[in-house]
T-cell receptor, first 112, second 108 residues
């Protein structure tokens, strides 16, 4: 049973649209992460947060933005989607002093 | 060169076979994860290791810190084990670096 939820699971959207990918966790974890996975490629960290009002960019540059207004919620926004944003986006969380991550089911985004 | 390398990239097996997937890394780590990703994309954490060996059901994971190498073994493989298996290491920070995964297909 998943304690971290991502919506939508699949999204096909036109170029130029604004989109928000949702990620919520019910475990009270302080740390949350967004990873991007292009087809056949490894996951790369694009954003992370260590708590409310804390957000940082990850190792892979991304045009997306994130916010952390509540502990349980870590949405990712693309202001103007482009075909190059087509990818899978995975959200994860962990307790502050833990190295263990819990992963969501991912959002597969296609921009046409 | 990736900091985390997995082999093989693709693996097919007959049901019941013993399977080994390897992971080598080139950086100092505080832990290593083995993850399973099904076709729908969701990821499940199988193991987190910092030393030695762990077993869960038909799955066994080992790590050799000196050799910077880990293996994931599946005994008595089953078609439902078909998935992508991903090795990820925790560098001296808490962030994960992922391998490209091993795609396993187990046929009846």
């Amino acid at each position: 049973e998943a304690d971290i939820y991502q919506t939508p699971r699949y999204l096909v959207i036109g170029t130029g649209k604004k989109i928000t990918l949702e990620c919520s966790q019910t475990m009270g974890h302080d740390k949350m992460y967004w990873y991007q996975q292009d087809p056949g490629m490894e996951l790369h960290l694009i954003h992370y947060s260590y708590g409310v009002n804390s957000t940082e960019k990850g190792d892979l540059s991304s045009e997306s933005t994130v916010s952390r207004i509540r502990t349980e919620h870590f949405p990712l926004t693309l202001e103007s989607a482009r075909p190059s944003h087509t990818s899978q986006y995975l959200c994860a969380s962990s307790e502050f002093n833990s190295l263990e991550n819990t992963f969501g089911s991912g959002t597969r985004l296609t921009v046409v | 060169k990736n900091e985390v390398e997995q082999s093989p990239q693709n693996l097919t097996a007959q049901e019941g076979e013993f399977i080994t997937i390897n992971c080598s890394y080139s950086v100092g780590i505080s832990a290593l994860h083995w993850l399973q990703q099904h076709p729908g994309g969701g990821i499940v954490s199988l193991f987190m290791l910092s030393s030695g060996k762990k077993k869960h059901g038909r799955l066994i994971a080992t790590i050799n810190i000196q050799e910077k190498h880990s293996s994931l073994h599946i005994t008595a493989s089953h078609p439902r084990d078909s998935a992508v298996y991903i090795c990820a290491v925790v560098k001296n920070t808490d962030k994960l670096i992922f391998g490209t995964g091993t795609r396993l297909q187990v046929f009846p």
